[in-house]
């Protein structure tokens, strides 16, 4: 173990191509997913019905077919979202247990479990066994995503205030960046080749590249000293060995609760130094919720709406969603660091110019190094609060610029909007650090992580529900205004901690 810990730039750069490699299998199989599924339906519900011998393509176009396949579809995803949500904990602590760098090439290789299932039940051509596999796909697919919270973990072990930001935003352009280029390949792959496991070989691989990578190039990040560890473990197994029924039921009720632990972080609580109720991170999680039900859905919304409205292709589809994606990682990557540094400048004179204290005290006090980083770590952590309200408005905007659109030219424009807000993941990672003690930075992630999980699980099931009676009515342009309105909610939970909720100048 390294004497001093590495330089937080260094280890983001090192996490960048990991981050990449764990993103680009999930999106590179979308479509092969689909279709695999499809055919195990269509050969089970063949069986079921007395065939033996392989149904036709024109079976596989029944609409019974294509019901069932939407339900395992769903099933799915409600799955890998349930997996993710209680996971997230257990994932958080084993990272502060025994370090990030661990998980880092397990999680990976876990996530092969999801691939090879997928590839085996599309080969074996057995009914009855594809259902296990299925599953077994539905509940490793979430290591996948797990492998990505942990880099976030790494990013509050090296970074300060100023950094933390920047570092978050780096991460969070190169996990669109990965989507991106799977979206182009997964339709290329469609187009130019007929080899249905094509998409699963290239996931397969970068998710073992991805194990390998972590295991020979990115350091460990927390740095502990081990003979406390062993003495803390130590007692614990002590105490296991000595323990009779209650502490049985007590480990018992202990393991029930794990799974949400993070979450009590979240609630509000009366601060014992001050006596004051400390509300703000309550007030950001409800924001998080709400805004991320509003936009988690946007992509898939986007297919549904473009091919309902104006008649898209599949092809077309996928392109879209590239679109879509290569347009947020430019803004995170070009034009995000900008504002961050900028916005912070202007922040800083204005913080300076509305200050109590008189220039020449204020001059003498910056001379301490405790009022100067004082200063410093209460202007970033305040302009993260800025920079999230502003980019969940263009959230807002961007969505309802999209339900007034009237054509396909309009529409794709109002989508490039979206990017506008991009900004708004980075910014509420490092908002909720900020608002917690340094010691429980990894546990707020956790917490944001099983909100975010929460939010994927329920966008789908509110508004996909939506969507569909909007369909019926010829109206589903009014999806989006509703989705704004949900990111406008989420805005004014935020306004308080922006215009209230800030320090009194000094």
């Given at each position: 173990m390294p004497s001093k810990p590495p330089r937080g730039s260094s280890v983001v750069s090192r996490l960048l191509p990991f981050t990449f490699l764990c993103t680009i299998g999930p999106s590179?199989?979308?479509?092969?997913?689909?279709?695999?599924?499809?055919?195990?339906?269509?050969?089970?519900?063949?069986?079921?019905?007395?065939?033996?011998?392989?149904?036709?393509?024109?079976?596989?176009r029944r609409p019974r077919v294509g019901a069932l396949t939407a339900s395992v579809m769903t099933g799915l995803a409600v799955m890998d979202g349930i997996v993710s949500f209680l996971s997230t904990s257990y994932v958080q602590r084993l990272a502060d247990k025994y370090g990030r760098r661990p998980l880092l090439y397990t999680l990976p290789a876990v996530a092969t479990i999801s691939t090879i299932s997928m590839m085996v039940a599309y080969t074996a051509k057995n009914p009855n066994l594809a259902?296990?596999?299925?599953?077994?796909?539905?509940?490793?697919?979430?290591?996948?995503?797990?492998?990505?919270?942990?880099p976030t973990l790494s990013v509050t072990d090296v970074a300060n205030e100023q950094q933390r930001t920047r570092f978050f935003s780096r991460l969070?352009?190169?996990?669109?960046?990965?989507?991106?280029?799977?979206?182009?390949?997964s339709a290329l792959v469609s187009r130019y080749t007929s080899i249905t496991l094509l998409p699963y070989c290239i996931a397969l691989a970068s998710q073992l590249l991805a194990a390998l990578y972590a295991a020979a190039a990115i350091p460990e990040t927390v740095h502990?000293?081990?003979?406390?560890?062993?003495t803390d473990s130590d007692a614990e197994s002590e105490a296991g060995d000595n323990g009779g029924l209650r502490e049985v039921v007590e480990e018992t009720m202990e393991a029930v609760v794990e799974p949400v632990k993070p979450l009590r972080l979240l609630m509000p609580r009366r601060n014992e130094e001050t006596g004051r109720i400390e509300w703000r991170l309550f007030l950001v999680t409800v924001s998080l919720l709400i805004t991320t039900i509003g936009t988690v859905f946007i992509a898939t919304a986007s297919l549904l709406y473009l091919s309902d409205k104006f008649n898209f292709q599949p092809e077309e589809n996928g392109w879209v969603l590239a679109y879509l994606t290569f347009s947020r990682f430019v803004y995170l990557i070009l034009i995000f660091p900008f504002i961050q540094r900028g916005g912070r400048k202007l922040y800083h004179w204005y913080q300076a110019k509305r200050s109590s204290v008189a220039p020449h005290e204020r001059s003498r006090l910056l001379q301490r190094e405790s009022f100067r980083q004082r200063e410093a770590t209460n202007e970033t952590n305040h302009f993260d609060i800025i920079l999230c309200f502003v980019s969940v408005c263009f959230d807002a905007v961007a969505l309802i610029l999209v339900s007034l659109s009237r054509t396909p030219k309009q529409a794709l424009i109002s989508f490039a909007f979206l990017a506008l807000g991009s900004g708004d993941n980075p910014t509420f990672k490092s908002v909720f650090t900020s608002l917690v003690p340094p010691e429980k930075d990894s546990q707020?992630?956790?917490?944001?992580?099983?909100?975010?999980?929460?939010?994927?699980l329920l966008s789908p099931l509110l508004l996909g529900g939506l969507y569909a009676l909007l369909v019926e009515i010829g109206k589903p342009e009014m999806l989006f205004l509703v989705a704004g309105a949900c990111c406008a909610v989420g805005a004014v939970l935020l306004a308080p901690l922006v215009f209230v909720g800030r320090d009194a100048p000094r």
């Open positions: 590179v199989t979308a479509a092969t997913a689909l279709l695999i599924v499809r055919s195990l339906m269509c050969q089970f519900d063949y069986v079921r019905h007395g065939g033996d011998d392989m149904p036709s393509g024109e079976y596989c259902w296990v596999l299925l599953a077994m796909n539905g509940i490793f697919v979430s290591a996948s995503t797990k492998a990505i919270f942990v969070e352009a190169v996990s669109l960046l990965g989507p991106g280029i799977g979206y182009v390949m502990k000293a081990d003979e406390d560890d062993k707020a992630l956790a917490a944001l992580d099983m909100v975010w999980n929460a939010a994927r």
